[in-house]
C-alpha cells in the first residue's frame, strides 16, 4: 500500500504534480460592498471555503516530460478519501448528489476517512509543496488551492487576497491553472470533461472523482504544452496564475451542481445558493464541526494504482 511516504521519494525525480479535488459544493455569498468583482470572487471562496471540508483530493506525479510515476510498477495517481459525515457537516444537496452518482461511498468516507489535519501535516513534510522545483498543474483551481492552503495552515483564509498569495505563493510556488492558459488557446473551452473531448484524450476512471480527474488534467497539460505552446510555456505569463484570483475571471458561484473544480460542473448557471444544511436541515452559518478519525485511503476503479475499499495511509 502505498503512503505519502512513497510519493516523497519520487519527487525528487518526477517534478510535476496534477491535483484535482472534490468538495461539497458552495453554500455561501458574501454580504456587503466590495472594490472590486475580483474582491468579491476572493470573498466567495473564502467564506465557502472557511465553512465547508473537502471531501476528496487526487494527486498524479510525472516528470517533466510527461512521463508517469512508477511506484511498483503500476502507480502513477493516488485518491485520498477525507472524512465527511452528511449528518454533521455543511454541503450543498445536489453537490453531494451529483458526487453519489459518480461512486463516492459517504458511509465510508464518515467511518474510514483520513484526517484531513494529520494529512496537512503529512502532506507539509511530503517533499510535494514549498518546492520551486515541483510544479502543479489543475484546472480553475481557485478552490482546490484554497482547500489546501487552509488544511496546511490550520487556520482560516486571509480576509485579503494579497494575503491569500503570500501563503499561495509559499506552500506552492510553481503552479499552472489550465483554465488560465486556455486564454491563449483557439477552440478552447468549457470543463475538464470538453476539453479532454477536443483534444482527443481519453479518461480513465469516473469523472467527478478526484483520481480520475487528475490524471486526466496532468493528461491535457502536456498535449496543451506540445499543440499550442509549442513545447514550452512562458512562465513569466502564466506561472503562478490562478483563475479567479485577481480579476483573472469567475469562481462559480452556484451550488448548483458539483462540488468540483470542473468549471462545467461547478457553477456555469448563476442561481442563487440555498441556505446550508446538515441532512436536510436548515443550518445558520458557522464553521463546520471539527472530527477527527483513523486516517485512511483508496484509489478509483480504472485509476492507476487503484486499491478496493478504504485501506489504512500509511504513516
Known amino acids: 500500500m502505498v503512503s505519502v511516504g512513497t510519493a516523497r521519494w519520487y519527487c525528487g525525480r518526477n517534478a510535476d504534480e496534477r491535483q484535482d479535488?472534490?468538495?461539497?459544493?458552495?453554500?455561501?455569498?458574501?454580504?456587503?460592498?466590495?472594490?472590486?468583482?475580483?474582491?468579491?470572487h476572493y470573498q466567495t471562496l473564502r467564506c465557502n471555503v472557511d465553512m465547508l471540508k473537502i471531501i476528496q483530493l487526487g494527486i498524479t506525479l510525472a516528470d517533466e516530460n510527461g512521463e508517469l510515476a512508477k511506484v511498483d510498477g503500476s502507480v502513477s495517481t493516488w485518491q485520498f478519501n477525507f472524512r465527511f459525515n452528511l449528518d454533521e457537516d455543511m454541503y450543498a444537496q445536489d453537490s453531494?448528489?451529483?458526487l453519489t452518482k459518480s461512486g463516492i461511498d459517504f458511509l465510508k468516507h464518515t467511518t474510514h476517512g483520513i484526517d484531513v489535519?494529520?494529512?496537512?501535516?503529512?502532506?507539509i513534510?511530503?517533499?510535494?509543496?514549498?518546492?520551486?522545483?515541483?510544479?502543479?498543474?489543475?484546472?480553475?483551481?481557485?478552490?482546490?488551492?484554497?482547500?489546501?492552503?487552509?488544511?496546511?495552515?490550520?487556520?482560516?483564509?486571509?480576509?485579503?487576497?494579497?494575503?491569500?498569495?503570500?501563503?499561495?505563493?509559499?506552500?506552492?510556488?510553481?503552479?499552472?491553472?489550465?483554465?488560465?492558459?486556455?486564454?491563449?488557446?483557439?477552440?478552447?473551452?468549457?470543463?475538464?470533461?470538453?476539453?479532454?473531448e477536443e483534444m482527443g484524450i481519453q479518461r480513465i476512471g469516473p469523472q467527478h472523482q478526484a483520481g480520475s480527474d487528475s490524471l486526466l488534467t496532468g493528461m491535457i497539460f502536456f498535449q496543451m504544452r506540445q499543440r499550442y505552446f509549442d513545447g514550452k510555456i512562458d512562465d513569466a505569463v502564466y506561472?503562478?496564475?490562478?483563475?479567479?484570483?485577481?480579476?483573472?475571471?469567475?469562481?462559480?458561484?452556484t451550488n448548483g451542481t458539483a462540488g468540483s473544480n470542473d468549471a462545467s460542473a461547478a457553477g456555469a448557471v448563476p442561481?442563487?445558493?440555498?441556505?446550508?444544511?446538515?441532512?436536510?436541515?436548515?443550518q445558520g452559518q458557522s464553521s463546520t464541526p471539527e472530527n477527527r478519525s483513523t486516517p485512511g485511503r483508496n484509489g478509483t476503479p480504472g485509476t492507476?494504482?487503484?486499491?478496493?475499499?478504504f485501506g489504512k495511509m500509511g504513516m
Open 239 to 253: 506561472l503562478g496564475q490562478v483563475w479567479g484570483l485577481n480579476g483573472n475571471g469567475p469562481f462559480p458561484l
Open 271 to 282: 442561481n442563487p445558493p440555498k441556505t446550508p444544511t446538515t441532512n436536510g436541515t436548515p
Open 117 to 123: 489535519f494529520k494529512f496537512g501535516e503529512l502532506l
Open 304 to 309: 492507476p494504482g487503484y486499491t478496493p475499499g
Open 96 to 98: 453531494i448528489d451529483l
Open 125 to 196: 513534510t511530503s517533499g510535494l509543496v514549498m518546492l520551486d522545483e515541483v510544479k502543479w498543474i489543475s484546472f480553475h483551481s481557485g478552490y482546490d488551492f484554497g482547500y489546501l492552503v487552509k488544511i496546511m495552515s490550520c487556520t482560516p483564509l486571509p480576509k485579503e487576497e494579497a494575503d491569500f498569495r503570500v501563503k499561495l505563493k509559499t506552500f506552492f510556488p510553481s503552479l499552472y491553472d489550465i483554465k488560465y492558459l486556455m486564454k491563449s488557446c483557439r477552440n478552447l473551452k468549457g470543463g475538464l470533461q470538453d476539453i479532454a
Open 21 to 40: 479535488t472534490e468538495f461539497p459544493g458552495i453554500v455561501a455569498r458574501p454580504i456587503g460592498k466590495f472594490p472590486s468583482k475580483a474582491d468579491y
